[in-house]
């Protein structure tokens, strides 16, 4: 995201206008339009309005001089620095942002509403009464470079455990991008950002409620458990999402869907013939999985 000069400066440009009036005013060059004459016409000497231009425009000059040193010292120098602190933030802001786009990726493929912002009140209530199946899914991941697409495959996916793991990586990243606005400076705008992402309700739900949930039994059978302000957390997590787009690193993001009987069957023959050739990648498995 570029800084928005209008927006940090707007102060200033209107108190720059308001000198470069009263320098004007003061000032007995002929004015360049004559229209223009009566707005800049020097009051005559030795009268009250006389000596109040006078002042302003001492005031006006002492102004402009400190507002080019401010650019100069201050204001320029400090939008270098967010450049150079955006450059060391980008090998966390990938992966939080790809971490981000998982989650909400997710959830928009499992509710089956494309739009979390812009929801019904019919896709509200569903998203609301959302909960986990269980079950492993067969998904074809399609993954999303800076906007263009970047290969498709199929995968196991147990989404429970891989939305916990997900938000366990955002409080990684998180973490990295506080050790370095320790020691650099970013815009209070950014800061705000990365806060409202380490204390949103989502984030706190999937890794404070989901990830230690146990499972209720009743007569055997599990009980679907769903959660509180559901929607309501989603859309925002999902707002947090666009906000940090904004920002210029490196983006992937994912695209969820079934995978098809034929897809999953190519998928199973695929893993099937890659331990035929390669039976040391069961053993290492099991190995990380101690």
Not at 109 to 129: C, L, R
Not at 230 to 242: G, Q, S, T, W
Request: include cysteine; glycine fraction near 2%.
């Amino acid at each position: 995201m570029k800084r928005n000069f209008l927006k940090d400066l707007k102060w200033h440009i209107f108190l720059l206008m308001v000198s470069m009036f009263f320098v004007c005013k003061y000032s007995s060059a002929p004015p360049i339009f004559d229209a223009l004459n009566i707005i800049f016409r020097r009051p005559e000497e030795n009268t009250l309005m006389y000596e109040i231009i006078r002042i302003a425009e001492n005031l006006s000059l002492a102004y402009i001089a400190s507002l080019i040193f401010y650019l100069l010292v201050d204001y320029i120098p400090l939008i270098k620095e967010e450049k150079n602190t955006l450059h060391l933030l980008e090998k966390y802001l990938f992966p939080l942002y790809m971490y981000m786009d998982k989650i909400n990726s997710y959830f928009r493929y499992a509710t089956g509403v494309s739009s979390i912002k812009d929801a019904t009140d019919k896709e509200i209530k569903e998203i609301d009464d959302f909960y986990f199946s269980g079950q492993t899914e067969y998904l074809v991941i399609k993954t999303i470079r800076n906007g263009n697409d970047d290969g498709e495959y199929v995968d196991k996916f147990k989404a429970k455990e891989s939305i916990i793991f997900y938000a366990k990586k955002i409080e990684e990243c998180i973490k990295g991008i506080d050790d370095i606005l320790m020691q650099n400076k970013m815009s209070s705008d950014f800061c705000i950002l990365i806060n409202r992402i380490r204390s949103c309700n989502f984030l706190e739900k999937i890794i404070k409620v989901m990830a230690e949930e146990n499972e209720i039994i009743v007569k055997g059978h599990p009980v679907l458990q769903r959660y509180l302000n559901f929607y309501k957390d989603l859309a925002e997590f999902n707002d947090l999402e666009e906000k940090l787009k904004k920002y210029n690193f490196l983006k992937l993001g994912t695209i969820y869907r079934r995978a098809t009987s034929e897809e999953i069957q190519s998928w199973e023959e695929h893993q099937i013939e890659i331990y035929k050739k390669h039976p040391e990648i069961g053993q290492i498995y099991e190995q990380l999985k101690k």
